[in-house]
C-alpha cells in the first residue's frame, strides 16, 4: 500500500479551497477501506503551514464488501465475486437477483450492459437487504431486452459515527 502526502509549500492556497478529502483505499478482493477528512478553517492554515500536523479534523473511517458478477442475457452467472447469489430472469430484461443471506443494512447497487448489436441501458430497479431487480431495456424505444450486464453491490459494515 502506498501512502502519498502533499507538499502545502508548492500547492499555495491548496488547503483552503479543498476542506474535505475523501479517501479510498482497495484491498483484497471484496474489501474497500475509505476515510472521510474534514478540517475546519484554523486547521486548514495549520496543515498549509506544517504538512504533517492537521488539528481540529474528524476523521469517519469506514469498511464495505463488495459482491457482484457478470450476467448473461439468460440469466446464467458467468462470473461472482463476495457474497453468493441465484439470477432469476423474471422476463425479457428482468433479472432478480437473490443473495443467499441479507445484508445487515440496504447495499447500493450498481448495473453496466455490455451490448451487443443492440444499444441496451441497464437499471437497478429495486434493491433491499436481500436481493436487487435489474432491467435492461433499447436504448432507442425502451423495450425490454435480454443483454448481458454486470453489477456491484457494496455493503457497509460499520457504521460512521
Not at 24 to 41: K, N, Q
Not at 108 to 123: E, F, K, M
Amino acid at each position: 500500500m502506498a501512502v502519498g502526502a502533499v507538499d502545502a509549500g508548492s500547492a499555495p492556497g491548496f488547503f483552503q479551497r479543498w476542506q474535505s478529502v475523501i479517501v479510498a483505499v482497495i484491498g483484497v478482493v471484496g474489501s474497500i477501506a475509505a476515510a472521510y477528512i474534514t478540517a475546519d478553517s484554523q486547521a486548514a492554515k495549520t496543515a498549509q503551514t506544517t504538512a504533517t500536523k492537521v488539528t481540529a479534523a474528524e476523521i469517519f473511517k469506514e469498511q464495505q464488501r463488495t459482491s457482484g458478477g457478470t450476467i448473461d442475457s439468460n440469466g446464467k452467472i458467468l462470473n461472482q465475486i463476495g457474497r453468493t447469489y441465484t439470477v432469476g430472469r423474471q422476463g425479457p430484461g428482468d433479472y432478480k437477483i437473490q443473495f443467499d443471506e441479507q445484508f445487515d443494512r440496504d447495499p447500493v447497487a450498481l448495473v453496466t450492459v455490455h451490448s451487443g448489436t443492440v444499444p441496451t441501458v441497464g437499471r437497478v430497479e429495486f434493491a433491499d437487504r436481500r436481493s436487487i431487480e435489474v432491467t435492461t431495456k433499447r436504448l432507442d424505444n425502451n423495450v425490454p431486452e435480454n443483454s448481458v450486464f454486470s453489477f456491484m453491490v457494496l455493503e457497509a459494515t460499520k457504521q460512521n459515527p
